[in-house]
């Protein structure tokens, strides 16, 4: 079993920056290749970015390629999501996901996921 937390989720002006953090619990997190979504009311949740249990292989939602990065600590059993020139439609829930893999996988499927956070807000400003 693993439990994620997010973090570090606010409001923030349009062209800004703002890095949030998910930080898993147990000692397998260096199994998982981790994902981040995002979900506004109404709408499905969609895809942003994902890295490999490693950290050496990354793969982002064309919506956010350039702007967003996804990293990883596996010492410190935490994924970021470092977002820059935010806008107004990136604002959403972000959702981080953990998926169990025995190689350099990674992937962008939401039902391939296997445990999720509770997300925290992004809010950005026009």
């Known amino acids: 079993q693993v439990q994620l937390v997010e973090s570090g989720g606010g409001l923030v002006q349009g062209g800004g920056s703002l890095r949030i953090s998910c930080t898993a619990s147990?000692?397998?997190?260096?199994?998982?290749?981790m994902g981040w979504f995002r979900q506004v009311p109404g709408k499905e949740r969609e895809f942003v970015a994902t890295?490999?249990?490693?950290?050496?292989?990354?793969y982002y939602a064309d919506s956010v390629k350039g702007r967003f990065t996804i990293s990883r600590d596996n010492a410190k059993n935490t994924v970021y999501l470092q977002m820059n020139s935010l806008k107004p439609e990136d604002t959403a829930v972000y959702y981080c996901?953990?998926?169990?893999?025995?190689?350099?996988?990674?992937?962008?499927?939401?039902?391939?996921?296997?445990?999720w956070g509770q997300g925290t807000q992004v809010t950005v400003s026009s």
């Open positions: 996901a953990a998926k169990y893999t025995s190689n350099n996988y990674y992937t962008e499927v939401e039902r391939e996921y296997d445990y």
């Open positions: 890295i490999s249990r490693g950290g050496s292989r990354t």
């Open positions: 147990g000692r397998t997190f260096s199994s998982y290749a």
